[in-house]
């Protein structure tokens, strides 16, 4: 399937939890809404005073097609929709959104290893918008992340769910791909993968720690936001 991921930043003046709430009670019917959309989930981070964002916004579509309609191509973190539900929601995004500061990401996801049937709501997730090293083509990144690094990732400890997700124009995208790692407890998610307030992390055992290796194999770690936080769905049509 082909989702769309808003990483959330607030208005200048607005509190995190001032934020949260306009999201839940005033976007979150709207957005919902939009034609076109199967699945909708959030994601709002477990620690919001070291997070980099407020929380990620996960819209999925059946087809790309259906996505671009609603919510524009790569290669501008602004859109404009011209009719429907998809309009009032770009319109409303003024009202507690800082635009410019709020990347976006168009992909086709890719489930690694699934213990839960798909049923993510409540879970702990650790989303890494990964960014390649200077001299690595796009395609080279792919190849390793998805033969090498991928079978390192799905067994670290504590992971009942490992997503990637493939951007659809990485030539206008803004990262070359996402990593979420979902977990049923918080407490393995920050033994595996650190906790909030820094884009590096040092595992000191099992496949945890080999997997924090071998990013350097491929990865700008200084450029590669991550979110942790707990998921909800909002949405689901099947």
């Known amino acids: ?20 709430d306009y999201w839940q009670d005033e976007h979150t019917p709207i957005a919902r809404e939009i034609d076109g959309v199967v699945r909708y989930q959030q994601v709002l981070p477990t620690e919001p005073d070291h997070a980099e964002f407020d929380g990620l916004a996960e819209l999925y579509f059946e087809n790309l097609e259906d996505l671009h309609a609603a919510l524009g191509s790569e290669g501008s973190r602004d859109y404009d929709p011209e009719k429907g539900k998809a309009k009032e929601a770009r ?29 993510t709501d409540g879970l702990y997730k650790h989303s890494a918008f990964l960014v390649r090293q200077d001299g690595m083509s796009h395609e080279e990144f792919v190849d ?29 995208a803004e990262f070359d791909g996402v990593a979420e790692l979902y977990f049923d407890d918080l407490e393995k998610l920050y ?4 906790s909030e ?3 590096d992390y040092d595992p000191e055992k099992g496949k945890a720690k080999e997997a924090r290796e071998d990013v350097n194999n491929f990865l700008a770690i200084d450029e590669r936001p991550r979110l942790i936080g707990r998921e909800s769905l909002v949405k689901a049509d099947h």
Do not use: C
């Open 1 to 20: 399937m082909y989702k769309h991921v808003a990483l959330l930043v607030r208005q200048d003046g607005m509190s995190h939890e001032e934020f949260v």
């Open 197 to 199: 307030g820094s884009r």
């Open 144 to 172: 390793y992340w998805q033969e090498n690094h991928t079978p390192i990732a799905r067994e670290i400890d504590g992971v009942v769910k490992y997503n990637t997700v493939i951007p659809t124009d990485p030539e206008n």
């Open 91 to 119: 319109e409303d995004v003024d009202n507690f959104l800082a635009i410019e500061d709020r990347p976006r990401f168009i992909g086709e996801e890719i489930v690694q290893k699934d213990e839960v049937d798909g049923d």
């Open 191 to 194: 033994d595996a993968l650190g």
